[in-house]
């Protein structure tokens, strides 16, 4: 059973940055899918990011709003995923959430929050205008 722990969430101005680190624990492998969602009050989650993992060539797959601001990447082994976020805005306050255990045949699902089996407890990110 795979378990994901998110870490670095915090308080920055606009234009700032932060670096949200994702640990994944269990039967887990670089060669696994890992991503990204954000969540605000009210509104459903939202995918971020993700990297398909070393099965299908590391792929990775963003957002529009943060393709060029935010970059994900993972250690070599492949069990720790990290999320720079760059040129922070307020519309990026959200709690963000790792994922893990993708369940899609396709990585054309990836931005559907049901595709994915592991979530994180969520880390709070906070852009102050």
């Known amino acids: 059973q795979v378990q994901v722990v998110e870490s670095g969430g915090g308080s920055v101005q606009a234009g700032g940055s932060l670096r949200l680190s994702c640990a994944a624990s269990g039967h887990t492998t670089g060669r696994s899918a890992m991503g990204w969602f954000r969540q605000v009050p009210g509104k459903e989650k939202e995918f971020v990011a993700a990297t398909t993992g070393a099965t299908t060539g590391d792929r990775i797959f963003y957002i529009d709003s943060v393709r060029t601001r935010f970059i994900i990447s993972r250690d070599n082994a492949g069990s720790t995923v990290y999320l720079q976020m760059n040129s922070l805005k307020p519309e990026d306050t959200a709690v963000y959430y790792c994922?893990?255990?993708?369940?899609?045949?396709?990585?054309?699902?990836?931005?559907?929050?049901?595709?994915?089996?592991?979530w994180g407890q969520g880390t709070q990110g906070t852009v102050s205008s």
């Open positions: 994922v893990a255990g993708y369940r899609g045949a396709r990585v054309g699902k990836m931005s559907d929050p049901s595709e994915w089996h592991t």
